[in-house]
């Protein structure tokens, strides 16, 4: 990974932590790892997922929602998860 990249990542997990910590007070979460918490950080990183999709596709000319951005996702998720289902074969 390049350090341009690495940089850009960081931010995100920064940004990402800060959304964490707001999104538990709001929901008046109390412990951080609890199931209610750990539902939290999913939302946080699918929510930042479709941000940068939608960024990126926006940034390039492309036209899409989120209808798009949950098909795409689904696929993505069935391929890595044969993909490790074939690696433990």
Known sequence: MS???KQAMDAVLQAAAHDI???LQERDVADRHSEEGDLVVLDV??????????????ENGLDVDAGYFADLAADLAEEVSQDQDDYED
């Open 21 to 23: 910590v707001a999104t």
């Open 45 to 58: 990183a699918i929510l930042h997922a479709y941000r940068i999709f939608m960024r990126i596709c926006e």
């Open 3 to 5: 350090t341009q990249h």
